[in-house]
């Protein structure tokens, strides 16, 4: 028997559909294995630089958005899109809503106990996606060659019976100017939140998950949906976790079937995605 997990709020960001690292078959198996009644996608769900220079739309794509219609019409789920910097182009609309159900919007305040927070994707406090675009499209191209050798070494690593290993992120652990610009992203945001009197700020953008507090604001990052594989949940207590997908669920799936995944499919699959780490 399938075990579905309820919460009161999912949110998701940084998919970046489109694009070659985007791991979409894993995120709609995660979609597919809780209900809520928000789901908060913060931002890059849809990678429009990608698809701009080449990048490909799969079914497995198309899949991702038909779960969350029908988290809409079977759960009556609300849907809260919200814009990050590679899909801009939804500037051309924003804001938009259909329904109660399904909004797009550029940032939301969300209650959750007795605490307002400031969701909002993040790169406002990015000079250079917000600047220096040229640059941003720049350093895109590297970051998807990154995760090209990353793919092709970790295939490797599988064959010889290793674990994963990310190369962006122990960059990111390691060089300097990295961690110095994710420590000022961080206190840009939590200044945000203050401005806008809320006790608590969640972002994404950075691919960094976390919960913690700085000063006196609870700061969270949902993380990404191409290597940490991270989503935030709040239970019906006002309680927060980060969740990571099990590389050990080991789900093979073609894409045409991904849709019609049911409960017998999730029990040979262990039924357990997410794990609090």
Not at 55 to 75: D, V
Not at 160 to 178: H, N, P, T
Not at 217 to 229: C, P, Q, R
Request: aromatic share 12%; proline share 1%; net charge negative.
């Amino acid at each position: 028997m399938k075990t579905v997990k309820q919460y009161k709020t999912v949110i998701i960001s940084d998919v970046h559909l489109g694009s070659e690292g985007s791991k979409a078959k894993e995120v709609t198996l995660f979609l597919k294995s809780v209900t809520c009644e928000t789901l908060i996608m913060n931002g890059d769900i849809i990678d429009g630089w990608q698809l701009k220079k080449g990048g490909s739309w799969k079914r497995k794509h198309t899949a991702f958005f038909r779960t969350i219609l029908k988290m809409i019409e079977n759960q009556h789920t609300k849907v809260i899109y919200l814009r990050g910097n590679h899909d801009d182009f939804l500037d051309q609309i924003i804001p938009f809503s259909l329904g109660k159900s399904f909004i797009i919007q550029r940032d939301y305040i969300l209650k959750s106990g007795k605490k307002s927070f400031l969701i909002t994707h993040g790169d406002i406090f990015d000079s250079v996606t917000s600047n220096l675009k040229w640059l941003a499209y720049l350093g895109d191209v590297g970051y998807t060659i990154l995760l090209t050798l990353n793919k092709l070494y970790n295939k490797y690593r599988a064959w010889r019976g290793l674990e994963y290993y990310s190369f962006s992120q122990r960059i990111k652990q390691r060089v300097k100017e990295a961690v110095n610009y994710i420590s000022d992203f961080e206190e840009k945001l939590v200044e945000l939140a203050k401005a806008n009197q809320c006790e608590g700020i969640i972002c994404g953008h950075i691919h960094k998950p976390d919960i913690r507090q700085i000063d006196d604001i609870t700061y969270m990052n949902s993380g990404d949906w191409v290597e940490s594989l991270t989503a935030l949940v709040e239970d019906h207590k006002g309680n927060w976790e980060l969740l990571y997908f099990l590389n050990e669920n080991n789900f093979e799936l073609e894409d045409e079937y991904l849709e019609e995944i049911d409960d017998e499919a999730f029990t040979s699959a262990k039924g357990v995605f997410m794990s609090v780490v």
